[in-house]
């Protein structure tokens, strides 16, 4: 059985789940095709109320909700409280404003009239991560369901009870199995269902690996498809910047969620005239955290989100450390025991042919760079296969501006860390992806934006 839920902080096999049948892989297809149908003939604002209902149950029960969050991947219990809440956001976002996203848009052509009307095309396979496990299936369940869509959800084999929570949530509130289902499919089943006409759209947030592999199948079956992959996202803190909120958002950006977000901070570029009060006020906080139990009130660091992802942040740090790279604040000594715990780090000293440049670190270890001024942070930020966020500090916003437009990635948060909301797109470029979430876009990914002529 892939599916088990294990405590990151202990160790202990919580429960686990048998995978799916093809049986189960045939109704689900058959049952979501049966909603894509029906939908046609429902009005969205009928799908507008179910979803408000599904925000209102989750905060209801907000607690129930969070907590399975800290046991299967280790969030701490307010960190999981947050998502909870910033889930319900992107629902209640959906609800609200679904009808108006999706209304014509008339086109102007000589001697005649021309509109376009976004159509729900068919089932979309959502193949989801752990670090997120609410939040990531609602960015791409609210804005389908909305259209019509069904979404097939195959989560991450570490989190099953957080998928059975979220489906438990969908039911509760009326919406039928056709709509969503959470389903404990192996890889040639998800391999199976992106194959299946029913499915036409296919949804991925995950690794680089994961996203090229479902990429390659969705393009052979050539459906659409939307990768939302990793990042090595910069944190650039120019000459001018204000240090203690620099210092107190790199932080939260770099040991929120122990470092496992695609947007987190991870590469910290500092103007040499700031850096060494930078480190030391980074240092001076991560030495603050206290690691253990997520839904201990005191922890303030937590697990990693399993033994795996431990081990290989561990993997990429010692092989930073013999390409030359160095610690400048913390104790590189491996955790023992059976937790996923890990000791916040901050490495400097990392060259172009260091192993660890390029490499996304997923967790609670920061890499600092010293820059001689704007133009070397940029080409410095620039130097890296992904391209997904990242932040910039400095008091003139206009030289801000004027930077973020030089920066290969899909997103830049000036003076705040990447956070993503429902109003604005969410994607990357590079090897970080394609497609947006969240907003209009990414409502409109998986429609037939169907063009209609008259006269
Ligand atoms: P993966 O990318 O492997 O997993 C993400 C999802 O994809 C899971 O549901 C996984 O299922 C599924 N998956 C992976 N490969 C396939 C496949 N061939 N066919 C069908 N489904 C597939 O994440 P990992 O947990 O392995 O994390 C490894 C690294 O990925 C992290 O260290 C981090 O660098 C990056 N990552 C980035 C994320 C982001 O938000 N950008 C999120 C998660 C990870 P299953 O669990 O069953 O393997």
Redesign the pocket.
């Known amino acids: 059985m ?1 599916y088990k839920a294990i405590n990151p902080f202990n160790g202990e096999l919580i429960r686990e789940f048998p995978n799916a049948t093809d049986a189960e892989v045939e109704t689900t297809l058959k049952n979501a095709h049966e909603f894509y149908l029906e939908a046609k003939h429902q009005p969205i604002l009928e799908r507008e109320k179910m979803l408000k209902e599904v925000a209102d149950e989750m905060n209801a029960n907000i607690d129930y909700y969070a907590k399975i969050l800290s046991l299967n991947m280790g969030k701490l219990f307010n960190e999981a409280k947050q998502e909870v809440l910033r889930t319900t956001e992107f629902a209640e976002y959906y609800a609200r404003n679904g009808s108006s996203l999706l209304k014509d848009q008339p086109y102007e052509i000589p001697n005649n009239y021309a509109y376009v009307e976004y159509n729900s095309i068919g089932a979309i396979m959502a ?5 997120f496990p609410y939040m990531q299936v609602m960015r791409v369940f609210a804005p389908n369901y909305i259209v019509g869509n069904p979404t097939i959800l ?5 989190v099953p009870e957080a998928a059975q929570a979220f489906e438990e949530a969908i039911l509760k509130a009326g919406i039928p199995t056709g709509a969503f289902k959470n389903i404990f499919a192996d ?1 040639d089943q ?2 199976k269902m992106i194959a299946d006409p029913r499915v036409q759209g296919v949804a ?4 680089e ?2 996203g090229s ?2 990429a390659a199948e969705s393009g052979k079956n050539l459906k659409k498809s939307t990768m ?4 090595t996202d910069v944190f650039m803190v120019l000459d001018d910047a204000d240090l203690k909120s620099a210092v107190n958002d790199a932080v939260l950006g770099r040991l929120g969620n122990a470092g496992q ?2 947007t987190s901070a991870k590469r910290f570029i500092v103007n040499q005239k700031l850096y060494d009060d930078f480190v030391d006020g980074i240092s001076a906080q991560f030495a603050k955290r206290t690691l253990g139990d997520p839904l201990d009130f005191k922890t303030t660091l937590a697990p990693m989100s399993s033994k795996s ?1 431990q081990q ?1 942040l561990q993997g990429q740090v010692n092989d930073a450390i013999s390409g030359g790279a160095e610690i400048i604040w913390g104790d590189n000594t491996p955790i023992k025991g059976p937790g996923s715990m890990f000791n916040p780090l901050i490495i400097s000293g990392i060259t172009a042919d260091n192993p660890m440049y390029d490499q ?1 670190l ?1 967790g609670p270890v920061a890499q600092v760079y010293k820059v001689k001024d704007d133009v070397e942070a940029v080409q410095l930020a620039n130097r890296s296969q992904y391209g997904l966020g990242g932040a910039i500090y400095s008091k003139d916003v206009e030289r801000a501006q004027n930077l973020a437009s030089h920066i290969e990635t899909g997103m830049v948060a000036i003076n705040q860390t990447m956070l993503s909301h429902a109003e604005v797109p969410f994607g990357g470029v590079k090897r970080s992806g394609y497609g947006r979430e969240l907003s209009d876009l990414g409502i409109k990914e998986f429609t037939n934006q169907k063009t209609i002529l008259y006269k």
Not at 127 to 131: G, L, Q, S
Not at 154 to 158: E, F, L, N, T, V
Not at 204 to 207: K, M, P, Y
Not at 228 to 231: A, N, Q, S, T, W
Request: proline share 3%; net charge neutral; aromatic share 10%.
């Open positions: 892939a193949v989801e991560p752990w670090n195959k989560h991450a084999s570490i890889y998800v391999n991925l947030t995950g690794s690996r994961a592999q479902i939302e992959l990793g990042g977000a695609c992802a290989k996304e997923f």
